[in-house]
């Protein structure tokens, strides 16, 4: 009956359709066959002449940032669907951001929302925002927005802006970090 209903859909729609009962065991010979795909990729950028490199794995990704001032900046980083259409999306995200200054670990959670839209066949736009304001203590905030480039499915060349500023008063410490200007980089997925 879900056929019947599918196939009348794609009738209604195009003017045309086709269908073809499959077995079971046909459809799990031709699924074994299919090549799988990773879901990691590897994306290495320069960003205000600071090597950045981040790492991610489904859902989940590590941002790590040296900065020339002797300055680490990670961020781990948990993105949820909201929802997404033909290469158009929106994601929230929930992270925890650190620096290594001078021997110290200051870190500080943050949330945020990730904004993409395909407007060429192998072009995407995004915008991402994330931050949490403390009071007098304490805020973090980051923003990028840029431009990606896929000559291949599983290459990609992307350029943009990002801006990083990361401030936490701990007794009589300080942990002050950031960062602006522009970045270029390569992504690679496995």
């Not at 359709?17 to 795909?37: F, L, M």
């Not at 989940?60 to 900065?67: A, C, K, L, N, Q």
């Not at 781990?76 to 200054?101: C, H, P, Q």
Request: charged share 25%; aromatic share 16%; net charge positive.
């Amino acid at each position: 009956m879900k056929k019947f209903f599918t196939a009348a859909i794609l009738l209604f729609m195009t003017g045309n359709a086709a269908a073809q009962e499959i077995s079971p065991e046909v459809d799990e010979g031709i699924s074994s066959v299919k090549q799988r795909k990773l879901p990691f990729n590897v994306e290495a950028r320069t960003f205000n002449a600071a090597p950045e490199f981040i790492f991610k794995y489904k859902d989940f990704s590590v941002d790590y940032v040296r900065s020339r001032d002797d300055f680490n900046f990670v961020k781990v980083k948990a993105d949820r669907e909201i929802f997404s259409l033909m290469g158009t999306g929106l994601e929230w995200n929930f992270a925890l951001n650190a620096v290594d200054s001078r021997n110290k670990l200051y870190c500080l959670p943050s949330v945020g929302i990730n904004l993409y839209m395909r407007i060429r066949p192998r072009v995407d736009i995004y915008l991402q925002f994330s931050g949490l304001p403390l009071g007098r203590r304490a805020h973090f905030t980051d923003f990028e927005s840029g431009i990606k480039y896929f000559p291949q499915k599983i290459f990609s060349i992307s350029a943009g802006w990002r801006h990083i500023d990361f401030k936490l008063r701990r007794g009589g410490d300080v942990g002050d970090f950031a960062l602006s200007g522009f970045f270029a980089g390569v992504r690679y997925d496995f």
